[in-house]
């Protein structure tokens, strides 16, 4: 399974939220900057997060993006389903299902149907590959940062000085 980009920078974007901006609300810039992804992509892919669920946005000069949902709220495979729509090792695994079929279980679309082990393989693993994901939420991500010393960003507009 290769994710794609948008995935893959998906996830990025709501860790360096969570990490750097915890609720408060961050401009794309700043996380376009830190995780050097193209501000216009992250744009794009911020729109699939929004719809999801995952993201709200505010306009103005303290406005910006900020995560929907506490972090521990926000696992990786939510993240991989608003951008991919799926989360299947390969199509023979995925689509409508014959009557009777659990989720989980091969679908109809294959031409070797309940006669590929293989198939068994795919959807074992893509069902473990989706658990995995679905345990791993922002807040493990950014306890792990914090363990590794990653240094926190503050955001200078949200400072006020006496």
């Known amino acids: 399974m290769k994710l794609s980009t948008k995935s893959r920078y998906g996830v990025r ?5 969570a990490y750097h901006a915890g609720t408060l609300p ?3 810039k700043d996380i376009s900057r830190r995780q050097e992804i193209s501000p216009r992509y992250l744009e794009q892919i911020f ?7 995952l993201l709200k946005s505010r306009r103005g000069p303290q406005g910006g993006y900020s995560l929907a949902r506490p972090a ?5 495979k939510d ?4 951008a991919e729509g799926e989360l299947q090792l390969v199509n023979c695994v995925k689509g409508l299902r014959k009557p009777g079929v659990e989720e989980g279980e091969p679908d109809s679309e294959c031409e070797f ?5 293989t198939q068994h393989v795919w959807a074992t693993a893509s ?3 989706g658990d995995y994901f679905q345990n791993l939420s922002l807040k493990t991500l950014c306890d792990q940062a914090q363990d590794l ?12 000085f006496i």
Not at 72 to 76: A, C, H, L, P, T
Not at 113 to 117: A, E, H, I, S
């Open 13 to 17: 974007a709501m860790f360096d939220m």
């Open 72 to 76: 521990e709220e926000i696992s990786v």
């Open 149 to 160: 010393g990653m240094k926190k960003e503050l955001d200078h507009r949200f400072m006020y």
């Open 47 to 53: 729109q699939d997060l929004k719809k999801a669920g």
């Open 127 to 129: 069902k473990i590959l």
């Open 26 to 28: 961050v401009q794309i």
């Open 79 to 82: 993240i991989i389903l608003a």
């Open 113 to 117: 149907n309940n006669r590929c082990v």
